[in-house]
Structures are given as structure tokens and as C-alpha cells.
């Protein structure tokens, strides 16, 4: 009887696996494998014959799998094959991570002993006494005029929470590839082995004249506020905190898209916002300073009003801003007859059902990662626009829209400070790469593989600096 072939669940290449298996030389081993991996809901992406003998062959099957239990699945449905047998499982991803992502090459030759007495010592000695003279010189004379800290406390790393410093080291250096690929600048993953503010915040300080800006990542809520308030004081250059404002900016562009599908202007949007923390607050102070009036937060403790006395400090300025109709209750109240929910909390906590009680177009952007808010698959039989975090679904709101290019804006003003204006023209160039003629519910934000991304957030970057002479620099 023939084995029945099940739908292949949402699999991804973050759980890609390549299993080394012996086999015989049947020439039907080859289907049965593809067939068995289907039939568990996988995806064969190769299948290599990678040695052979008169009687055996040895075969690499690369097959991408839901999450870390279905690639088990997979594994054990191949092991149930007869004459097969599996003498190895390779995860690609820990693969790809072995000995870290990224390197430091150096920019000049040094072939002998010339190029030695230049590039070190003797000359490199007058490059560091005019540096001495002038300082600012050291923006062009060395890597500061194209380097940034990402700098972590490995506090709320992705959706993993605090899993500390050193296990945060990947995210950081995947980090620093991307402002690498993206934007060509120098990124330096800096995972700081404390929680402490003062600490943090001083640390930074010692390390900031190697550096023309500082990219906060992953550092929990509410402490990232005020380490970012601090160091924004204390430097002379940019601190940008990536969780906020690049979220922020990206979910600015992206609505400012789907507004146009469903012909609404920002301020005549009701706005609801899932989730009080970082991201959250950030994308509220966006959203109000680009224009929206009506916005309305929820968190644990419901909607958050300023009446309510069990406000935290960060909760309460957020609704000293927000909720002009001073709703109260569950997040089912908040949408009733809203525009917009974006939802940057939980998984899970926004019922499909919902969508339909929200105004006739709706849109739904559902961020929480790994998984989202709601069922992205059944938001979008119901809401006009669906956005989300996820890279197997349309509109994915990504935050690599908008750091490399920002910081290649920054770097390139030689800016000293990022300010809101900043936020919104970053935001504004990020929209404008969606023509017209492109736009639709599907598409309302380009893919970070755009080749005019980077360079058109860096040019908006630049254009809103204030411009001083040579002589004020």
C-alpha cells in the first residue's frame, strides 16, 4: 500500500539538517528517501550520493524541518527505511556558526618591511601625534570613522530572554555581519559580562574613542532607557538602541505603507499597541511625533490608562501620551472599531475572531518572534494587511531595513547625536522604496535584500543632519 503523502509543515533553513546515511545499492532507495522525509512533513532541499561501492552507497540528505522536534522526526522516519541507515545528523546552522561569523582583515599589504615602517612602527607614530593635535582627525586617520559597538548584557537577547553574555556572543557577531553586508561598516560585538547600569554605562564610556557610534542590543527593559539617556549625554557620538528605534522606524515605514492600501492618513488612525516594554514604547513615541493622535497601549495589567494607580513609571509615561478616549479593560476592548493593531508582547494572545470586531479595513501587525500574536495564516483571511516578524510570510518587519543604513548616514555625517527627525526620515526613505505601482496588501515593505535600501536610508540620514563648517567640527 502506498505510503500517503502529508502537507509539509512551515519549515525553515534554521533548522536545516543533513543526515550522512549508508544505504544499499537499490536504485528505488533514492525516492523512499525524498518520500519518507514528505511523508513526515519535511522538505528534501539535496540529496547527494557522495560515495559509492559495488554494494553500499553513502548519502548526504539535506532536509528542512519546523523546529528542533520535527528535524528528530525526520531523522527517525528516515531510520525506519530498510537497509538504511543514518550515521550521522549535521545541524547547518551550528555548522555555519562554527569559529564565529566574522574576522578582522587588515585593509593594507604588508609585504615587507616598507610597508611594516608605515603601516607600524616608525610612521604609524606621526599618524598618532597629529591625532594627538587634532583630535577629530581620528575619524579619517583610523577605523572610529567607520566602526560601531553592539554592545549587549545579554539581558533580552531575541525571544530567548536573559541567557547572558556569552550566549548573546552570536546574535552580536551575527549583528556586526550584517551591518557588514548591508552598509560596509565595521561592527564589533562587545558583550558586557554585567547587569549593573553604572557599570554598563561606564563601560561604554572607556571603550567609546575606538568608535564613531554605539548600537545598544538586547539589553532588558526598563534599564535600557536610561542607559541610553546617560550615554547619549556623555558621548559625542550617536547611541542608538536597536530595539527601540530600529523597530520603531521600520514599523513606522511599513505603516505608513498599509495605511496607503487602505487609504487612511495617519492621524485619523486608531491605533492599538500590544506590549509596553522597549520596543513598544519606542514605536508610541514614533508614531505620535510622525502624526498619529490616536494610539492606545496594552500590557499585562490591561489597557493602560492614566488613571490607573498600578502604573509603573515607564507604563504611566506612556499613558500620560496615549489613549485620548480613555478606554479601559482586556485587549478585545482596545480593538473594538481600531484601524491598526501592532502587537511587539507575546505569542498567542490575539484571538483571530477579534480582527473582525476591529473597523471594516483593518490592519494587523503581529511581531512577537518566534511566534507571533496571532496566527499569521488565519489574520490574513480576516484583516486587509498582515505584517509580521517572519521571514515565510509576506511584509516581514525586519529590522535590517533600517540600522546598516542609519548608521552608514550617521557615520558618514559624522554626527554626534540621533535625533527623532532622524528616526522619521529614515523611516520615510524605507516607504518610498515601494512605488506605487509596486504596492498591494502583500507588499507594503521591500526586502532587505533591496539593492537601493541601505544607500537611501543613509542619504535621508545625512540630508537631516545639521550641516557645520569644517571650521566647528
Given at each position: 500500500?502506498?505510503?500517503?503523502?502529508?502537507?509539509?509543515?512551515?519549515?525553515?533553513?534554521?533548522?536545516?539538517?543533513?543526515?550522512?546515511?549508508?544505504?544499499?545499492?537499490?536504485?528505488?532507495?533514492?525516492?523512499?528517501?525524498?518520500?519518507?522525509?514528505?511523508?513526515?512533513?519535511?522538505?528534501?532541499?539535496?540529496?547527494?550520493?557522495?560515495?559509492?561501492?559495488?554494494?553500499?552507497?553513502?548519502?548526504?540528505?539535506?532536509?528542512?524541518?519546523?523546529?528542533?522536534?520535527?528535524?528528530?522526526?525526520?531523522?527517525?522516519?528516515?531510520?525506519?527505511?530498510?537497509?538504511?541507515?543514518?550515521?550521522?545528523?549535521?545541524?547547518?546552522?551550528?555548522?555555519?556558526?562554527?569559529?564565529?561569523?566574522?574576522?578582522?582583515?587588515?585593509?593594507?599589504?604588508?609585504?615587507?618591511?616598507?610597508?611594516?615602517?608605515?603601516?607600524?612602527?616608525?610612521?604609524?607614530?606621526?599618524?598618532?601625534?597629529?591625532?594627538?593635535?587634532?583630535?577629530?582627525?581620528?575619524?579619517?586617520?583610523?577605523?572610529?570613522?567607520?566602526?560601531?559597538?553592539?554592545?549587549?548584557?545579554?539581558?533580552?537577547?531575541?525571544?530567548?530572554?536573559?541567557?547572558?553574555?556569552?550566549?548573546?556572543?552570536?546574535?552580536?557577531?551575527?549583528?556586526?555581519?550584517?551591518?557588514?553586508?548591508?552598509?560596509?561598516?565595521?561592527?564589533?560585538?562587545?558583550?558586557?559580562?554585567?547587569?549593573?547600569?553604572?557599570?554598563?554605562?561606564?563601560?561604554?564610556?572607556?571603550?567609546?574613542?575606538?568608535?564613531?557610534?554605539?548600537?545598544?542590543?538586547?539589553?532588558?527593559?526598563?534599564?535600557?532607557?536610561?542607559?541610553?539617556?546617560?550615554?547619549?549625554?556623555?558621548?559625542?557620538?550617536?547611541?542608538?538602541?536597536?530595539?527601540q528605534h530600529g523597530t520603531a522606524i521600520v514599523v513606522l515605514a511599513a505603516l505608513t505603507n498599509a495605511l496607503r492600501v487602505i487609504d487612511k492618513m495617519l492621524?485619523?488612525?486608531?491605533?492599538?499597541?500590544?506590549?509596553?516594554?522597549?520596543?513598544?514604547?519606542?514605536?508610541?513615541?514614533?508614531?505620535?511625533?510622525?502624526?498619529?493622535?490616536?494610539?492606545?497601549?496594552?500590557?499585562?495589567?490591561?489597557?493602560?490608562?492614566?488613571?490607573?494607580?498600578?502604573?509603573?513609571?515607564?507604563?504611566?509615561?506612556?499613558?500620560?501620551?496615549?489613549?485620548?478616549?480613555?478606554?479601559?479593560?482586556?485587549?478585545?476592548?482596545?480593538?473594538?472599531?481600531?484601524?491598526?493593531?501592532?502587537?511587539?508582547?507575546?505569542?498567542?494572545?490575539?484571538?483571530?475572531?477579534?480582527?473582525?470586531?476591529?473597523?471594516?479595513?483593518?490592519?494587523?501587525?503581529?511581531?512577537?518572534?518566534?511566534?507571533?500574536?496571532?496566527?499569521?495564516?488565519?489574520?490574513?483571511?480576516?484583516?486587509?494587511?498582515?505584517?509580521?516578524?517572519?521571514?515565510?510570510?509576506?511584509?516581514?518587519?525586519?529590522?535590517?531595513?533600517?540600522?546598516?543604513?542609519?548608521?552608514?548616514?550617521?557615520?558618514?555625517?559624522?554626527?554626534?547625536?540621533?535625533?527623532?527627525?532622524?528616526?522619521?526620515?529614515?523611516?520615510?526613505?524605507?516607504?518610498?522604496?515601494?512605488?506605487?505601482?509596486?504596492?498591494?496588501?502583500?507588499?507594503?515593505?521591500?526586502?532587505?535584500?533591496?539593492?537601493?535600501?541601505?544607500?537611501?536610508?543613509?542619504?535621508?540620514?545625512?540630508?537631516?543632519?545639521?550641516?557645520?563648517?569644517?571650521?566647528?567640527?
Open positions: 500500500m502506498t505510503e500517503s503523502i502529508q502537507r509539509a509543515r512551515a519549515t525553515t533553513a534554521s533548522y536545516s539538517i543533513t543526515m550522512r546515511l549508508h544505504t544499499g545499492t537499490d536504485p528505488a532507495v533514492i525516492g523512499e528517501l525524498a518520500t519518507k522525509v514528505a511523508a513526515s512533513g519535511g522538505i528534501t532541499t539535496a540529496l547527494d550520493v557522495v560515495d559509492s561501492h559495488p554494494d553500499s552507497l553513502v548519502i548526504d540528505l539535506t532536509a528542512s524541518a519546523a523546529d528542533g522536534d520535527h528535524a528528530s522526526e525526520l531523522v527517525e522516519a528516515v531510520e525506519t527505511l530498510e537497509g538504511v541507515r543514518v550515521h550521522k545528523v549535521s545541524d547547518l546552522v551550528f555548522l555555519l556558526h562554527l569559529g564565529g561569523k566574522i574576522s578582522v582583515e587588515p585593509k593594507v599589504n604588508l609585504r615587507n618591511r616598507q610597508d611594516l615602517a608605515m603601516a607600524y612602527t616608525p610612521g604609524v607614530g606621526r599618524v598618532s601625534l597629529a591625532i594627538a593635535q587634532q583630535p577629530e582627525d581620528a575619524r579619517h586617520l583610523t577605523i572610529k570613522g567607520n566602526s560601531v559597538a553592539v554592545v549587549t548584557d545579554g539581558t533580552a537577547v531575541l525571544g530567548l530572554g536573559d541567557i547572558g553574555p556569552k550566549a548573546a556572543l552570536p546574535v552580536m557577531e551575527g549583528k556586526a555581519a550584517l551591518f557588514k553586508r548591508f552598509a560596509g561598516i565595521d561592527a564589533w560585538p562587545i558583550c558586557l559580562d554585567t547587569t549593573d547600569v553604572d557599570e554598563i554605562v561606564r563601560t561604554v564610556e572607556l571603550i567609546a574613542p575606538g568608535f564613531g557610534g554605539i548600537n545598544l542590543e538586547d539589553i532588558s527593559a526598563p534599564k535600557c532607557f536610561e542607559i541610553e539617556a546617560r550615554l547619549r549625554e556623555r558621548l559625542d557620538i550617536p547611541v542608538f538602541h536597536d530595539d492621524p485619523d488612525a486608531r491605533i492599538i499597541v500590544s506590549g509596553g516594554g522597549a520596543a513598544g514604547s519606542a514605536i508610541v513615541q514614533l508614531l505620535l511625533a510622525a502624526g498619529a493622535h490616536d494610539v492606545t497601549v496594552y500590557d499585562r495589567i490591561g489597557l493602560l490608562n492614566r488613571e490607573d494607580d498600578r502604573l509603573t513609571p515607564a507604563w504611566r509615561s506612556l499613558a500620560e501620551k496615549t489613549n485620548p478616549r480613555g478606554l479601559t479593560g482586556s485587549l478585545r476592548d482596545g480593538l473594538q472599531g481600531a484601524d491598526v493593531f501592532i502587537g511587539v508582547s507575546a505569542p498567542r494572545i490575539l484571538d483571530p475572531a477579534w480582527i473582525d470586531e476591529m473597523a471594516e479595513k483593518r490592519i494587523v501587525f503581529a511581531l512577537a518572534n518566534p511566534d507571533p500574536e496571532v496566527d499569521i495564516h488565519e489574520a490574513t483571511k480576516l484583516a486587509t494587511v498582515v505584517a509580521s516578524g517572519r521571514s515565510d510570510y509576506p511584509n516581514q518587519i525586519n529590522n535590517v531595513l533600517a540600522f546598516p543604513g542609519v548608521f552608514r548616514g550617521l557615520l558618514d555625517a559624522k554626527a554626534a547625536d540621533v535625533t527623532t527627525e532622524m528616526l522619521i526620515k529614515a523611516a520615510e526613505a524605507i516607504a518610498s522604496v515601494v512605488t506605487d505601482e509596486q504596492l498591494n496588501p502583500n507588499y507594503i515593505i521591500p526586502s532587505v535584500f533591496h539593492p537601493d535600501m541601505s544607500k537611501t536610508v543613509a542619504r535621508a540620514i545625512v540630508d537631516s543632519v545639521p550641516k557645520v563648517s569644517s571650521a566647528d567640527r
